[in-house]
């Protein structure tokens, strides 16, 4: 997880929240729902009337009953999509307004009807872990994120989510200075970025355009984590292996968008680098 996210996150964390902030989400959240819950049973009530409709008549008329048959399997997994967004939405909309109860709450909503959502609720489990990295419950985090590891890597090893959630692990892992746990899944993440370029890479058309894009926000991302990977084998004093992942690092930063944090991780490798010189 990159560490100036964390820092951010734990200062939003510190300032005061209004209660009806908190409310405002949980009615985005109830709100969404219900109004799309309602709005796709009458599509799915249209739809169905008029695939019976044309079933009925005699003789059959095959193409309407056969584009409303098909209408009416798409409404059905609408409704999975619009349970989706109503978590998605609302959980987003918590985080920005800095509305850390009703996302968590949200978040374990989410998790506890993983089987309805399209793709499951990884994307909620880092979000409750990310926010147990700001209150400082590493110990918290590690458990949680390592049982969804687990659970995820049945389901799919190549989840794109994995990246993510295996730095996290190893940022908590370093915060405890538990350093040879923290290389284990910060190799774990950097596998998972490599093969997630790999796989934007062989994307076609539109597909390509989109595909750059999120590249582009990654590979900051990526570059954090060989640091933190590099600094983890300072600690254990493998400096052989530091220097070999600092100057990834910094050949990925400079690939990465000019921003802030770009600037800090490759000013934070240089000095590294230069004190690793003779190594």
Known sequence: MPLEQTQAQAAAAAAPVKPEQNELCYGVFWGTLIVGALANIALVYFVAHNAIAAYSEHPINWLPAILNTLFLVMALSLLRAVVWGSFVMSAALANRTQSFKAQTDICQWARKYRRLLPGGASWATQAIIQR????????????????????????????????????????????????????????????????????????????????????????????????????????????????????????????????????DVIRVCEEQLGQLKHF
Request: aromatic share 8%; with cysteine.
């Open 132 to 263: 147990m990295l700001t209150k400082e419950q590493y110990k918290d985090a590690i458990a949680l994120g390592s049982a969804e590891y687990e659970t995820v890597v049945k389901k799919d090893p190549r989840d794109q989510s994995l990246a993510n959630l295996c730095s996290c692990l190893g940022f908590a892992n370093q915060m405890l200075n538990e350093q040879h746990r923290a290389i284990e899944w910060n190799e774990k993440a950097v596998d998972c970025y490599q093969k997630l370029f790999v796989e934007l890479e062989k994307s076609k058309g539109m597909s390509k355009f989109a595909a750059k894009n999120v590249v582009d926000n990654l590979q900051l991302q990526y570059a954090q984590v060989l640091a933190a990977l590099a600094t983890s084998y300072l600690y254990t004093r493998n400096r052989v292996k530091a220097k070999e992942h600092l100057k990834n690092a910094l050949a990925q930063a400079r690939k990465a968008q000019d921003s802030p944090q770009k600037r």
